[in-house]
């Protein structure tokens, strides 16, 4: 074979394989020792090895299982080069005797075992979402720190600690029993959902960072609704992201500008999606256990379906926003009820129904509070209150694009879309 | 792997419940103590004499300076201590769960530096 053609076929064989299987490797190569760091680099070293070993002698049939044999050994290596302590020899001999084990043909998935540990309760919640995306996804922590707004440096850091942690402390990398596996998904969840909504916080899609990320939270969730088919929480989670996801490029117009759900183009929505996260929903919902995530996703699907056919459903989503209230205590959903209820009985009834800035003070720092203020006031015709309220929500707004949105809105004219503030239009 | 539980809590409720309430407290120690050597995951335990009793010393400029107190003082007092083997944090965390301690204080579970031992147990 011609060198550099078989240097280009075990480039792309090796780019493909990372893509489809660096978590099941890491994953399978850590589940034992809990080190996680160890794994990844002995990982990354039989990668590098595959380059240099594929394009002489060809691609191996079975890629995966090559890795994982170099990976091990790399591993012994490692372990007898650091001179660990003398006791260590037991983990070694397990080292050497799993090197000696028959290929593995089909790698056994603990990725899921890997999500839980990284969204373990004694990790730091803010970086069980950029562990996930790391361990799982094998993400640089340039990459992920960009999305998170942090340097390079700084997230490499909190990454290598949360992984000494796991080793360290003795973190389980496995699959909660029954009676756990509730409070621990919860965990899970918001760390795919964190990672999907900080890909989601660059909304004109200009910054590939954050983009990237976006699908990579999309991958996570539906990664963990293909592990966990019997969780509803876990079709619900994806079903939601489905939603969000579908509507990317209606949200803006090609010049940057926010386009607020009631006015975005349908032509532009990904009706595929929509119709995977409605299937998903409806299995969800059928499991008879509704959660966080399935409400999220039902009210999103009432705004689809408002959208499409006309249909007044502000009464329905207002009970959706009570439920979800109920269940998550979020002044958020609070103002977005109030925003249906405006819709069904009028603006004084909306503004009744808004959560009192003086019972939570964290409402004045929260831009939807504000927009969804300024606009009720305005259809009553206060609108010195509103254009008041609008600048708030203006000072308060990070994208500039919602910012110009605000702007451009007259608290006189007030455009009625109870969603054109929230996160997710 | 080992790991210590480490039992805070504000030593003066204790000195504020009637001899009764002591005594109940006390047969709740026992009972715990109790289930962990059964589960075979027992390794030792202490109750700490209150914090008016410590001295803390250190040295500087190549004397030791002894001082009265504890090292850090805060509203509640390390009290006692449990070391539990276990195969991992998750079992570390519901033994602490159970601990009479987490009710009337807190407990933090610290892995111990077994120097190599508990990495071959691993």
């Known amino acids: 074979m011609d060198p550099n053609q078989g240097g280009e076929l075990a480039r792309s064989t ?7 299987s660096y978590g099941k490797l890491v994953a399978f190569l850590a589940v034992r020792t809990r080190d996680v760091s160890s794994a ?20 191996p049939i079975n890629p995966e299982a090559w890795l994982l044999t170099a990976a091990r050994r790399k591993s012994i290596d490692v372990f007898r080069g650091a001179q660990r ?59 992920i720190g960009a999305a998170f707004l942090a340097s390079p440096a700084a997230m490499g850091k909190r990454l290598v600690r949360a992984k000494e942690k796991i080793r360290e402390a003795g973190i389980p990398i496995r699959v ?46 539906r990664l963990l609704a293909s592990l966990l088919p019997e969780e509803p929480e876990a079709l619900g989670l994806l079903a939601l992201l489905l939603h969000a996801e579908s509507r990317r490029r209606a949200r803006r117009t090609s010049a940057g500008e ?42 999103q699907s009432a705004h689809v379906d ?38 069904v ?8 129904a808004l959560p009192d800035e003086q019972a939570d003070p964290r409402l004045t720092q929260y831009q939807p509070y504000w927009a969804a203020r300024s606009e009720l006031l305005a259809r009553q015709g206060a609108f010195d209150e509103a254009r008041q309220a609008n600048e708030i929500a203006i000072g308060l707004e990070r994208d500039p694009a919602v910012r110009a949105f605000l702007e451009h809105r007259r608290p006189e004219h007030a455009e009625s879309d109870s969603n054109a503030v929230s996160p997710h239009p | 792997m080992q790991y210590l539980l480490l039992l805070h809590a504000n030593e003066q409720s204790f000195a504020q419940m009637t001899p009764d309430q002591q005594q109940q407290g006390m047969a709740a120690y026992m009972a715990y103590t109790e289930a962990l050597v059964k589960a075979g995951v027992y390794k030792g335990s202490n109750r700490l004499r209150p914090v008016s009793s410590t001295t803390t010393v250190r040295m ?30 998750d079992a570390a965390l519901s033994w602490a769960a159970r601990c009479p301690g987490a009710s009337h204080g807190v407990v933090e579970v610290r892995p111990i530096w077994d120097m190599g031992q508990q990495r071959a147990a691993a």
């Open chain 1, 40 to 59: 990844e680099d002995a990982l990354s070293e039989a990668f590098a090895a595959a380059l240099v070993d594929w394009p002489k002698n060809g691609c």
């Open chain 1, 258 to 299: 926010f386009v607020p759900l009631a006015m975005q183009d349908q032509i532009l929505w990904d009706h595929e999606q929509i119709a995977e996260g409605e299937a998903l929903l409806r299995r969800a919902i059928a499991m008879d256990h509704i959660g966080r995530f399935q409400l999220e996703a039902a009210v």
């Open chain 2, 60 to 89: 500087v400029d190549g004397k030791a300076q002894v001082l009265d107190g504890p090292f850090i003082d805060t509203k509640e007092q390390l009290g006692g201590y449990f070391m539990i083997d276990v195969p991992d944090l």
């Open chain 1, 14 to 20: 090796a780019e493909a394989v990372a893509r489809r």
């Open chain 1, 176 to 221: 909660p029993g029954r009676e756990e596996l509730p409070d621990r998904l919860d965990a899970v969840l918001n760390a795919i959902y964190a990672a999907f909504s900080e890909g989601w916080t660059d909304p004109a899609g200009l910054d590939a960072a954050r983009r990237d990320l976006a699908e990579e939270g999309l991958f996570l969730a």
């Open chain 1, 85 to 143: 302590h003398e006791l260590a020899t037991a983990e070694l001999l397990q080292l050497e005797l799993a090197a000696r084990e028959p290929e593995v043909h089909e790698i056994p998935d603990e990725r899921l075992a890997m999500m839980f540990a990284c969204a373990h309760p004694s990790i730091d919640a803010v970086v069980r979402a950029p562990l996930m995306l790391q361990v799982v996804l094998g993400l640089d922590a340039g990459r």
């Open chain 1, 306 to 343: 408002r959208c499409r056919t006309g249909a007044r459903n502000w009464t329905h989503v207002a009970e959706l926003y009570a439920a979800l209230f109920q269940l998550t205590g979020s002044p958020v959903v609070l103002i977005n009820r109030a925003l249906a209820i405006a819709e």
């Open chain 1, 345 to 352: 009985e009028g603006a004084a009834a909306g503004l009744r």
